[in-house]
């Protein structure tokens, strides 16, 4: 079987938010054909990977990807094709070395993630081997508790909801991942329920979650186990819950800035609002709590809540081994969030991965807020072993596609497929 790249093609296409991005085509010698999305953030950290746009205000308000794209058709072509599939770090290298800058800000990471990703996904079509064992090996067998993000706010609702990003639901009780999946869609129609009994907007921020006017960062909470009640199960024995607030979106001048409570916290403030919310609610995982710099506010948070619950640094780590290597030696979080496109190949964010889980530290695996109809997190998920994931709703298209790949999985796997439930997390669940 001949597995040489001998054609890539990119092009430009929608997100789910209406915003262009990079979908990549790759073709080898023995006529397998593979294709990939790439995703966009909206509440990016700034040290991620560099995201090409153009630019050209003419076009999508300069959020047009051609640039991405040429690069793709014609300077990674041109170096890529003749290259071996099977040699996906070779391949990865080559596209780093192409860019030549820490950030990859030359090509864009999103063209150098489509090309990894395209051609990772070729080379296991046509091994025949499916893309999680192919990533992952023959004993690969564990699903992940699909950590469900119901309800929305910061910039992901436009500022009109609550100042916390994301409050999900962590269904690990279950014994398996479709049942898992199906509590979590029940969950979320009671919670609909109950959200429209108090006259409340059900209108959904960018990843599915309901977004309504709240005047508090915990009334969310306060909905959501009302939510899972209704639905029949128990919060904390059955469902937990967590939160991304993604509070580097509203740190301003060295202080948390909470709009709808109309305050002003320090870091050692806002650690305390933790603690407290952390004591009310079955809470398991915090992601982002403090902001992507505040390097001492996050060693403060992990001394205090770091022994109960798993704290998850995305803007603060953006999939970066320096930046995680440096949370190892500083004792700041005990969790990465494990996002692709902050990188930008598929070998360096395997190697952030594997840098996580050798520490003893959790990886917790994400989609975009903004997506496409591609999985690839999905069976990443499962080759990797980390446990959990969150990509979004039980709803819209671009979320239920990952959580449908991972039904397929389970499927296929039979009777070897097990769920991952409590184990998911980094620290023993407190229920
Ligand atoms: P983003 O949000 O995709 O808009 O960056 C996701 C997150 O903060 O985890
Ligand atoms: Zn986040």
Not at 126 to 142: D, F, K, N, Q, S
Not at 160 to 175: H, K, L, T, V
Not at 382 to 402: N, Y
Request: aromatic share 6%; net charge negative.
């Amino acid at each position: 079987m001949d597995t040489t790249i001998q054609k890539l093609h990119a092009r430009e296409i929608l997100d789910s938010r209406g915003n262009p991005t990079v979908e990549v085509e790759c073709t080898l010698a023995c006529g397998t054909f593979a294709r990939a999305g790439v995703p966009s953030g909206a509440s990016t950290g700034i040290h991620e990977a560099v995201e090409l746009r153009d630019g050209d205000k003419k076009r999508f308000g300069g959020k047009g990807v051609l640039n991405a794209v040429a690069n793709v058709n014609d300077k990674i072509a041109d170096k890529v094709i003749g290259m071996d599939a099977r040699n996906q770090v070779l391949i990865d290298e080559a596209m780093i070395a192409l860019d030549g800058t820490p950030n990859k800000g030359n090509l864009g990471a999103n063209a150098i993630l489509g090309v990894s990703l395209a051609v990772s996904r070729a080379m296991a079509t046509a091994t025949g081997i499916p893309l999680y064992r192919y990533l992952g090996g023959p004993t690969v067998h564990r699903l992940p508790v699909p950590m469900m993000n119901i309800m929305n706010g910061g910039v992901h609702a436009h500022w009109q909801g609550a100042d916390f990003q994301e409050y999900m639901i962590a269904p690990y009780g279950a014994s398996t991942f479709r049942q898992a999946l199906e509590w979590g869609a029940e969950v979320y129609h009671a919670l609909q329920s109950v959200i429209n009994k108090k006259g409340m907007s059900v209108g959904v921020g960018d990843e599915g979650g309901f977004a309504p006017h709240v005047s508090s960062n915990h009334e969310p909470l306060e909905l959501i186990v009302e939510g899972i009640n209704a639905a029949g199960l128990t919060p904390g024995k059955d469902v937990g819950v967590a939160m991304d607030p993604a509070s580097s979106g509203f740190f301003e001048d060295g202080k948390y800035l909470l709009r709808t409570e109309n305050r002003k916290l320090s870091s050692a403030e806002m650690v305390d609002y933790y603690e407290k919310l952390v004591k009310d609610f079955p809470v398991v995982l915090l992601e982002d709590g403090m902001a992507e710099d505040d390097w001492d506010g996050w060693k403060l948070l992990n001394q205090r809540l770091g022994g109960i619950i798993e704290l998850v640094g995305d803007d603060l780590f953006v999939t970066n081994v320096e930046r995680i290597e440096r949370g190892i030696r500083e004792n700041a979080a005990n969790a990465t969030l494990i996002k692709l496109n902050q990188i930008g190949t598929l070998t360096e964010t395997v190697a952030a991965t594997r840098l996580a889980q050798f520490h003893g530290w959790g990886a917790f695996v994400s989609h975009r807020s903004g997506e496409t109809v591609d999985s690839f997190i999905a069976d990443f998920t499962v080759g990797l072993d980390t446990g959990h994931l969150k990509t979004g709703a039980p709803a819209r298209g671009e979320r239920v596609a990952k959580y449908n790949q991972l039904m397929r999985i389970e499927e296929e796997l039979g009777s070897a497929a097990t769920y991952a439930g409590k184990d998911a997390f980094i620290r023993p669940v407190r229920f």
